[in-house]
Structures are given as C-alpha cells and as structure tokens.
C-alpha cells in the first residue's frame, strides 16, 4: 500500500480501528486480484539487496518509517498515548508485512482478514484505554 493510499485510508474515518480493518482488508484484495504474485514491494529489496547500497538501504528505511508514522500520527488523534500508538503502529506495519508473505505462500488471504479482526480489536482497546485515561486525568 503506498503512502497515499494508506493516508487516505485513515483519513477516510475517524475510528483507527475500522480504518485498520479496512486496510487489510484491502491488502487481502490486492493480493487476491493479483493472484498472489505481488506484496510490499519494499520487503524483497530489504531481504534480498546487498547491504552495501546507502541509498537503498535509506529508502527503504524511509517507507517504513512513513508507513508506522501515518499509523501512528492517527493512534495520537485517537487518543491513544505516543508511546503505545508507537508499538501499535509497529504491530500493524510488521504484521501486514509478515501476512502478506504468508498469504502468498499459502495463496490465501484467509489470514490477513483473521488477523485483521485481532489488531482492529487491539487498537479499539487501545484507544479506549486512552479516552479512559484522559476522563480520569480530567476529573483529579
């Protein structure tokens, strides 16, 4: 998923945990309209690339770090505090990652729409967790 793409997934709604389960959901799409053939594009070039190449070593770095930044940046809005928004974007960037491997592994998108269920619960708990947090801060 680029950038864009993910950016306007989250920005399309105000609750992070439906915007995460619509992301996999749309990873699950991809992945089954292109008959499993292709997944991140970034991951291949980090596994397979010589780690003598700075410059690709550094885009790659840099999608990452955009991708679990758009994550983060909605998990803050949500409420969710920066340190767990943090490991929560972690989460949903490496299990997509590691999900859309094993989906074309298995040709089966089976797993990204079950795990799916999994982190948008997680994320709902979390920002929950965060408004709950904040009510009992407001009323000390």
């Known amino acids: 998923m680029s950038r864009r793409r993910l950016g306007e997934a989250l920005a399309a709604e105000s609750d992070p945990a439906v915007a995460v389960h619509h992301i996999y959901q749309s990873v699950g799409?991809?992945?089954?309209?292109?008959?499993?053939s292709l997944g991140c594009p970034i991951a291949p070039v980090v596994l397979d690339?010589?780690?003598?190449?700075?410059?690709?070593?550094?885009?790659?770095?840099?999608?990452?770090e955009q991708w679990i930044g758009l994550l983060r940046q909605a998990f803050v809005r949500a409420?969710?505090?920066?340190?767990?928004?943090?490991?929560?974007a972690l989460l949903v960037e490496s299990s997509l990652e590691g999900l859309m491997v094993i989906a074309r592994a298995t040709r089966d998108r089976g797993p990204v729409l079950v795990?799916?269920?999994?982190?948008?619960?997680?994320?709902?708990?979390?920002?929950?967790?965060?408004?709950?947090?904040?009510?009992?801060?407001s009323a000390a």
């Open 49 to 64: 690339s010589p780690t003598d190449v700075p410059e690709l070593a550094e885009l790659c770095r840099s999608a990452f």
């Open 115 to 137: 795990v799916a269920d999994e982190v948008a619960a997680l994320v709902e708990q979390a920002v929950l967790a965060g408004k709950v947090a904040r009510q009992a801060d």
């Open 79 to 88: 409420g969710v505090p920066e340190r767990r928004a943090h490991a929560l």
């Open 29 to 36: 799409r991809m992945l089954e309209d292109n008959d499993f």
